[in-house]
């Protein structure tokens, strides 16, 4: 129904920065809300940022905030993260989500999945 294909990742130093993007494809739906998760390697796939469709409301989990920033273009049906002062911590696969108005934490309030892009930050 709807496909979500990702750009962006990549190798980074500590301290550099990268900008996720995210394009929706196929049936969308006014009143979605996205997020980004993300899933170290040997760990549980967690929850990063969530966005509403308008924009208007933001969530972040507390290891990015004020780093990284969440944010989407509807007319480009395009959902990026902006990711600033990047620590190896932050290095995973990370995956780009749609759901239906939530903008939960919990991957259960997603439907629909990227197929992921993998950020490696070096220390």
């Known amino acids: 129904q709807v496909q979500l294909v990702q750009s962006g990742g990549g190798l980074v130093q500590a301290g550099g920065f990268l900008r996720l993007s995210c394009v929706a494809s196929?049936?969308?739906?006014?009143?979605?809300?996205m997020g980004w998760f993300r899933q170290a390697p040997g760990k549980e796939r967690l929850f990063v940022a969530s966005?509403?469709?308008?924009?208007?409301?933001?969530r972040y989990t507390d290891s990015v905030k004020g780093r990284f920033t969440i944010s989407k273009d509807n007319a480009k049906n395009t959902l990026y993260l902006q990711m600033n002062s990047l620590k190896p911590e932050d290095t995973a696969v990370y995956y780009c989500?749609?759901?239906?108005?939530?903008?939960?934490?919990?991957?259960?309030?997603?439907?629909?999945w990227g197929q992921g892009t993998r950020v490696t930050v070096s220390s």
């Open positions: 196929g049936r969308t739906f006014s009143g979605a809300g």
């Open positions: 966005i509403n469709w308008s924009g208007g409301m933001t």
């Open positions: 989500a749609a759901g239906r108005y939530l903008i939960g934490r919990s991957q259960s309030d997603y439907d629909f």
